[in-house]
C-alpha cells in the first residue's frame, strides 16, 4: 500500500496521456541499483534508497522512471517506435519535502524524426501542465549537450578534458571549477619525479619497465588490480589531463558561450553568429538545434516564452542532446523537466540503437501550485 495519497487530479493526467496515444506502463518499485549507479548521474546517486537481496546484488528504491521502463522494454522486445506513460511512486532522498512522492510522465522510444520527437515532448509536458493548471504563465528552460559538446571538441580539448567538462554540463560550479583548472594547471602531487619524466620524456618501454621494478620491490605486484601496461596508460592521461592549459583566448570563448541565455527565437542566429566569430565548426549539432526550433514553431508554441540557456543540464549522466524544464513564472519551482537520451538503451542492453526522449512530471509540486496559495513544491 502506497503511504502517501494518490493526487486527485491523476485521472486528468492519464487522460491526457491516452489522449496522446501512450501505453501506460508500470514497474516494480523494487529495482537493480547497478544501472542507476552507473548512469544516472552523482546527483540522484547519493539520493537512492539501497539494499540488498539475500544473495547479496544490490538493490534499491526505484529513484526515478526512465531506466526502469527502457529495461521492460528491452526485456519484453517490443518494437519501435513505442510510447509509453507511467504514474507513480519513486523514492529520493530530498533536502525539503517527502522522501516518496508520485511522478508521471512519457518516454518515446525509437522515433527518428528527432527534431519532431523534441518539439513532442516539450508540448506535452506543457499541454499538460495547462490543463492542470489553467490559466497559469509557465515558462520553460531550454538546454542542449549536443551544442555544449560540439563547442568543447571544436576547441581541441584532450578527449580526457572533453569528457570532464561534457559530464559536468548543468552543473555550474563544476564547469567553472573545470574552466579555473584549464587557465592554471597544477601538477599532479605525490607522482615520483623518475615516473613524471619517463612519462614526459622517456619511452613507453622503459616507463612500464619502471612500474613493474617498482611493483616488484612493493610486493605489489602479487595482488594488483592493474598491469604495469594499464598503470601506465592511466598515469599518462593523469598527466596529460593535469599539464593541459586552455589558452586565454579560447577560454573567453567558451565562457562567452555558456553566458547565452536568450528567447528561443533568437537562438538560431545567435548561436550561427557565435560560430562564425569564433572560427569554430558546429555542424551537425546546430542544425539539429534548429530543426528543433522549427518543429517547435510548428506544434503552435511561442519561442518568445521558451528560454535558451547555453550552459543548463539536468542533472543526469544519460542525456544526449535536449534538455528542458517548465516552471510557473513565479514560484519557480520546476514542475517537469526532460531530455533525450539517445545512448540509454544501448548501454542498458539493447542489441540495436533505440533514440529516444521524454519527461516527468513532479505530481507534489503540482498539486502544491494548485492550491489557492500557490504554494511552492520541494
Known amino acids: 500500500m502506497p503511504l502517501i495519497n494518490m493526487p486527485d487530479f491523476a485521472g486528468d493526467v492519464l487522460e491526457e496521456f491516452a ?17 542507476f549507479l552507473d548512469m544516472a548521474g552523482e546527483d540522484l546517486r547519493r539520493r537512492i534508497f539501497l539494499t540488498e537481496s539475500e544473495t547479496g546484488e544490490s538493490l534499491c528504491l526505484r529513484p526515478e522512471f526512465t531506466i526502469p521502463v527502457c529495461i521492460r522494454h528491452i526485456e519484453t522486445t517490443t518494437g519501435t517506435p513505442k510510447r509509453y506513460a507511467y504514474l507513480g511512486e519513486v523514492f529520493r532522498q530530498r533536502r525539503e519535502g517527502a522522501n516518496e512522492f508520485y511522478q508521471a510522465g512519457i518516454e518515446d522510444l525509437g522515433d527518428t524524426g ?27 528552460t531550454l538546454g542542449d549537450q549536443g551544442v555544449f559538446e560540439a563547442v568543447v571538441k571544436a576547441l581541441g580539448l584532450p578527449a580526457g578534458w572533453q569528457k570532464r567538462l561534457i559530464q559536468a554540463f548543468g552543473n555550474s560550479e563544476q564547469i567553472e571549477h573545470l574552466l579555473k583548472r584549464l587557465a592554471s ?7 615520483d619525479p623518475e615516473i613524471v619524466d619517463l612519462v614526459s620524456h622517456g619511452t613507453e618501454v622503459a616507463l612500464i619497465a619502471r612500474i613493474d621494478a617498482i611493483m616488484e620491490a612493493t610486493g605489489y605486484s602479487t595482488n594488483a588490480s592493474r598491469s604495469p601496461v594499464e598503470i601506465a596508460t592511466r598515469l599518462k592521461e593523469k598527466l596529460t589531463l593535469a599539464e593541459t592549459r586552455l589558452d ?13 541565455e536568450l528567447p528561443l527565437s533568437e537562438a538560431s542566429a545567435a548561436l550561427a553568429g557565435f560560430a562564425d566569430a569564433a572560427g569554430l565548426k ?57 531530455g533525450r537520451f539517445d545512448r540509454l538503451l544501448t548501454l542498458l542492453g539493447a542489441e540495436s540503437h533505440i533514440p529516444a526522449v521524454g519527461f516527468s512530471l513532479w505530481l507534489d509540486r503540482i498539486e502544491a501550485a494548485r492550491q489557492p496559495s500557490g504554494g511552492q513544491g520541494a
Open 19 to 35: 489522449a496522446r496515444k501512450t501505453t501506460r506502463v508500470d514497474t516494480p518499485v523494487i529495482q537493480p541499483a547497478e544501472p
Open 114 to 140: 528527432i527534431a519532431g520527437a523534441d518539439a513532442r515532448a516539450i508540448g506535452d509536458a506543457h499541454g499538460v501542465l495547462t490543463r492542470l493548471l489553467p490559466g497559469r504563465m509557465l515558462t520553460v
Open 282 to 338: 558546429l555542424g551537425a549539432a546546430v542544425s539539429r538545434f534548429d530543426e528543433r526550433v522549427a518543429a517547435l514553431a510548428n506544434i503552435g508554441l511561442d519561442l518568445d516564452r521558451i528560454t535558451y540557456r547555453a550552459a543548463f543540464g539536468r542533472p543526469l549522466d544519460y542525456y544526449t542532446g535536449l534538455v528542458f524544464e517548465i516552471s510557473e513564472v513565479g514560484p519557480r519551482s520546476v514542475l517537469a523537466g526532460g
Open 248 to 260: 586565454g583566448a579560447a577560454l573567453l570563448l567558451l565562457r562567452e558561450f555558456l553566458s547565452l
Open 185 to 191: 594547471p597544477n601538477p599532479v602531487p605525490g607522482l
